[in-house]
């Protein structure tokens, strides 16, 4: 089955770590996104790529980074300047850019602490 | 500023009957809207899409409606079932790339047996 995977579930860290958190998708999407997901919060936007080795930064792109080596690959970095680091964090992907709907992960949770 | 939000953070609603689930917002040019699915633990589902030059669109089990005078979205699923429990947010764009989606914070459906 097509879809997007992101792992591991649930990541603990210590703080002043970098941790990587992993996205694949085999549905063939050229666009992928990283979303960060707090409790009473709507989804905000940390990076996104259109296309292989391209990448733009989201509205809360401080204290990451990603890269888009592959096409069915988008890993996100979470940095030791990330100042509030533990969050739920989603990926998705599009067929194109706009007006396509976001298809997502089940998400990693991070703890730092 | 622009913002996505609901008009109810959760409802309640006997299995089987339908649930109405709504979202406004405040941006008059957006144009594309979206609505998701969250179980817990789990990321968004994609559920149903409708695009501002439609006021209606339906899916299995699912309508979406658009009032763009109002500026209000609603979503009606049809004889609830308990695996329909979950999170519902709306996102909405307008005439830009996915990557200005704007999400709202969620409503959360209960089906009671």
């Known amino acids: 089955d097509g879809g997007i995977t992101q792992s591991p579930k649930y990541l603990f860290r210590k703080e002043g770590q970098n941790v990587t958190l992993s996205c694949e998708q085999n549905l063939n999407h050229d666009a992928m996104y990283w979303y960060r997901q707090d409790p009473g919060q709507g989804l905000r936007l940390i990076y996104y790529?259109?296309?292989?080795?391209?990448?733009q930064k989201g509205d809360i792109a401080e204290g990451y980074s990603v890269s888009r080596e592959k096409k069915e690959s988008f890993p996100l970095t979470v940095t030791s300047a990330q100042k509030n680091p533990t969050a739920f964090y989603l990926c998705a992907s599009s067929i194109e850019g706009r007006n396509s709907p976001l298809h997502f992960g089940n998400g990693t949770r991070l703890t730092v602490t | 500023g622009e913002s996505v939000g609901l008009h109810l953070p959760t409802l309640s609603v006997q299995e089987g009957d339908n649930s109405i689930i709504n979202c406004a917002y405040s941006?008059?040019?957006?144009?594309?809207f979206i609505w998701y699915k969250q179980e817990s633990g789990k990321g968004p589902q994609f559920i149903i899409d409708i695009r501002s030059n439609m006021d209606k669109r339906q899916g299995q089990r699912v309508t979406v409606l658009l009032n763009k005078t109002v500026k209000h979205l609603s979503l009606q699923i049809a004889a609830t079932q308990p695996g329909d429990s979950a999170v519902y947010f709306c996102?909405?764009?307008?005439?830009?790339?996915?990557?200005?989606?704007?999400f709202g914070t969620g409503t959360r459906l209960t089906i009671i047996p």
């Open positions: 996102a909405e764009t307008a005439n830009f790339g996915n990557e200005k989606l704007t």
């Open positions: 941006n008059s040019a957006s144009d594309y």
């Open positions: 790529s259109q296309i292989v080795n391209d990448f």
